[in-house]
């Protein structure tokens, strides 16, 4: 039951250099999401995708792009980090279904921009 | 603009003192409501879920929350708290079929 993966666990980035998080779930989910978690500011949300193929922004979408060419996979690039993109992102997974969404979150990536 | 406002940043409570941590919400229409919780160095896990019915939920860990939905609430309360409810609990909040909002969090220290 692996559920939502999330890769790397830990990636220090000096500013300027590109990177993507990767997400994978196993569970047939159409809903996938990204979150940044900062310390006082809770889970805002960076990009979604109801299904492949489709994608948005969220809360805080600069700095971030996003792509769903499959239902299991949505990466998380980063085309030029900034400190201030140092966080804690999380992946989400949820099957909507009549509007019954629960997500279900991958471990997170800690990232540190140098 | 649609929010989730949680009052208690941290909360510091003695063993098998009761909980109770306020979440509001500001959309207008239909919601799902959840209670997630981060123990320390973890992910986020669901402890409870509201969609419709009784509008008290009870999770997992003793853990409950009170629908009101004259005051667009839904707090969680524990009656007796213990040293591993150490954790942070964040409430959220979607309206059907859109994304989950989060509030900021509340942490809760147990203390033995």
């Known amino acids: 039951n692996a559920g939502v993966t999330q890769t790397p666990k830990f990636q220090v980035l000096k500013t300027g250099q590109s990177m993507t998080l990767q997400c994978a779930q196993d569970?047939?989910?159409?809903?996938m999401s990204w979150y940044r978690q900062d310390p006082g500011m809770g889970l805002r949300l960076i990009h979604y995708?109801?299904?492949?193929?489709?994608?948005d922004q969220g809360e805080v979408p600069n700095g971030y792009n996003v792509s769903r060419s499959t239902t299991e996979d949505f990466p998380l690039r980063l085309l030029s980090a900034a400190p201030s993109q140092t966080s804690v992102y999380f992946c989400?997974?949820?099957?909507?279904?009549?509007?019954?969404?629960?997500?279900?979150f991958g471990q997170g990536t800690r990232l540190t921009v140098v | 603009a649609q929010s989730v406002s949680q009052h208690n940043h941290h909360v510091i409570l003695s063993e098998a003192a009761s909980l109770e941590l306020g979440c509001n919400y500001s959309?207008?229409?239909?919601?799902?409501l959840f209670w997630y919780v981060q123990y320390p160095g973890q992910h986020l896990q669901l402890l409870l879920k509201?969609?419709?019915?009784?509008?008290l939920v009870k999770g997992i860990k003793g853990f409950e929350a009170e629908f009101i939905k004259s005051k667009f609430s839904f707090n969680l309360r524990k009656p007796s708290v213990q040293w591993s409810d150490t954790a942070e609990y964040f409430c959220?909040?979607?309206?059907?079929?859109?994304?989950?909002?989060f509030g900021a969090g509340t942490r809760l220290t147990v203390k033995p």
């Open positions: 995708s109801v299904g492949a193929g489709i994608t």
């Open positions: 989400a997974s949820s099957s909507p279904g009549q509007g019954r969404t629960e997500a279900f």
């Open positions: 509201y969609f419709s019915g009784d509008p």
């Open positions: 959309y207008g229409g239909t919601v799902n």
């Open positions: 569970m047939n989910h159409e809903y």
């Open positions: 959220a909040v979607n309206e059907i079929d859109n994304d989950m909002r």
